[in-house]
């Protein structure tokens, strides 16, 4: 994955969290689960905006275009913090956490469960 993608707006934010949930999609499928009525031109351009950001990519099922991630959201959400990890704290992921549990983002239960899902991860054990 490109370490570098480039941030989304709003309306594309929405349509990689329709594109992460529904999996592969067409541009019609999109525009009917989006909340605002959009005209199915738009969100092809949208799509194509997002595959030139390296976000999604296509095939081709007849005439019709059927797109997905190029990866999944928690890799793209995890890039997405670490780069406000390196602006914000210098690249400090400590610092980041302490301040969540300092501002009460996370507890004693959740930072064990992390803890526990760490563990599990890295031993292979989903």
């Not at 370490?3 to 999609?25: C, F, I, N, S």
């Not at 019709?64 to 190029?70: F, I, K």
Request: charged fraction near 35%.
């Amino acid at each position: 994955m490109d370490e570098t993608l480039p941030d989304l707006g709003d309306l594309e934010r929405e349509v990689m969290q329709l594109v992460w949930a529904k999996g592969p999609v067409t541009a019609e499928a999109v525009r009917e689960e989006l909340a605002r009525r959009l005209k199915e031109s738009t969100v092809r351009t949208v799509l194509r905006r997002l595959e030139e950001k390296g976000y999604v990519t296509h095939t081709v099922d007849g005439r019709t275009y059927v797109y997905e991630a190029m990866e999944p959201r928690s890799r793209v959400a995890a890039k997405a913090v670490q780069r406000i990890v390196d602006w914000f704290c210098n690249g400090s992921v400590e610092e980041v956490l302490v301040g969540m549990v300092d501002t009460a983002m996370l507890d004693r239960k959740r930072l064990r469960m992390l803890t526990d899902r760490i563990t599990q991860t890295k031993s292979g054990k989903k």
